[in-house]
């Protein structure tokens, strides 16, 4: 198993796709059914095994066919290291950021606002 950090984009999709691949084979799911599953064609489920190329929605319609949704449950998760992060972070769960910050623009000269 590669380690992602220090794997390409394309080398992590790869990846994905054998493991999708041999989890498929694992449960002995046929392409055909799998695609059925998932709402695709065989031939666009083949083409994600072997290149690992296809859409997030695709991609997670799959992994609920193949009952791994869950194994995604900690992607992208920000880790608590303190009291004071865990409360932080009850806070912002409980009023998600709705927009990025915006840069904030230099005071003009003279000191007029």
């Known amino acids: 198993m590669p380690d992602f950090s220090l794997a390409l984009p394309h080398e992590v999709c790869s990846e994905l796709g054998q493991r999708v691949r041999t989890r498929r084979l694992a449960l002995n799911l046929p392409t055909q059914e799998l695609a059925a599953r ?40 920000t880790p608590t290291t303190s009291i004071q992060d865990m409360r932080q972070q009850a806070l912002d769960q409980a009023k998600p950021r709705q927009r990025a910050s915006s840069p904030r623009r230099p005071k003009p000269a003279g000191g007029i606002a």
Do not use: I, P
């Open 38 to 77: 998932v709402g695709v064609s065989d031939k666009t489920l083949r083409n994600f095994e072997q290149t690992g190329r296809c859409t997030l929605e695709t991609f997670v319609r799959v992994l609920e066919a193949l009952n791994a949704l869950a194994d995604m449950q900690d992607v992208l998760v």
